[in-house]
């Protein structure tokens, strides 16, 4: 159904070992710019022609830095102590060659790039230099061109090792990401899906794999992913947006969803179920209204809500009536304006936040001050409120007018 869009937009490319007259890989692949310097360890037993190799390849080369050893011993200690990008080694040497020496290296360093560079050639040197992992195989040929392929073959070579590092960082990143992740071919099938992508539809991830897209769209909305949400991403760059889809077992899902292509062409998914915080959010909002008309109802109190540090966040019709403010005069105020000068100043306000957010709770009576200016005796109880997980969310305070209680006890 969208074969069209997206073969249109994606062209598969292949990297493979590249020829002598190559570009080096640097033009199509992002490397890290400490890679732009390359130390290569020349390993060979006649000390004229290391030197020789190195001023061809130090000349030849794009950054290229050569150091030689003359027994692969030497070369051993070298690699235990030094930084290196690239081995080139002679195949026939005293004591060990360079076969064995390729064996050890693997050994150790199973993804360095090793060159095997050697006078002695036959397809049984190549079958086992390749058998034993070698990157690349050259032989001498006497001619100074063969350093110019040389160069290219060292570059190409430690490139494609840096990309493949990066391409296995990625990869293990997206693999224990929270967030669904996937990839789509030029049909429009999943070429690629994680753990957390897959557990969002109720799949393994290889079941999904090679299936097509809309397999997560109910039936009603593939014509918009076909004719909105596809067209839309060569024309912006990307889509995001809520979107249902349907699980495994058939439940409906909303989930935040965003589409982009990647500079190869490939279509990048990402998903996150959004459909408990949904629930959640209208739950909240249901709980607030019906906590709004409470309130609003109980016009004996005056019912505030104040976020961690004592700001006001609302307030009901009876503490506008007690207190005289309007609410868009009193919204965003300090608490401790009600309270007379003295009593703020000296701090008493916060001291009532940090007692009730200790005990839960605190009771507290005193003398008041309204906007005009006049006191009234208040009863007053202050509640910490903490959400489910037990993080603080900011207090309740209830306020009733007691004057004409207060000033019978007081025989006043």
Known sequence: MSENIFSSRVQTGVMSSTGDDTPPLRDTLRVPEDADRIRVLHVDDEPEFCDLVALYLEREGDGLEVVAEHSVEAGLERLG?????????????????????????REEYPDLPFILF??????????????????????????????????????????????????RRSFRAIETAREGISFLDEEGRFVYVNRAYADAYGYEPEELTGEPWWTIYPEEDRDRVVNEILP??????????????VRRDGTRILVDHALAYTEEGTLLCLVRNVTGEHETERALAQERERFDLFVDAVEEYAIFTLDT??????WNRGAERLKGYSREEILGEHFSVFYPEERAEAGHPRELLERALA??????????????????????????????????RGFVKVTRDETDRHREREGE
């Open 81 to 105: 102590s030094e930084d290196v990008d690239c081995v080139v080694s002679d195949y026939d040497m005293p004591e060990t060659d360079g076969l064995a020496f390729l064996e050890t290296v």
């Open 118 to 167: 050697t006078g002695k050639g036959s397809e049984g040197i190549a079958s086992e230099a390749i058998s034993a992992g070698v990157t690349d195989y050259l032989q001498k040929t006497g001619g100074a061109d063969q350093y110019s392929v040389l160069a290219n073959r060292i570059e190409n070579s430690v490139r494609r090792q840096h990309a493949e590092r990066e391409v």
């Open 232 to 245: 839309a991403i060569p024309e912006k760059g990307r889509w995001t947006g809520e979107s249902v889809h």
């Open 309 to 314: 540090e004592g700001f006001v966040t609302s």
């Open 359 to 392: 005990g839960g709770d605190v009771e507290d009576r005193g003398w008041r001050v309204r906007k005009d200016g006049s006191e009234f005796w208040a009863d007053v109880v202050i509640t910490a409120v903490f959400d489910e997980d037990g993080q603080h």
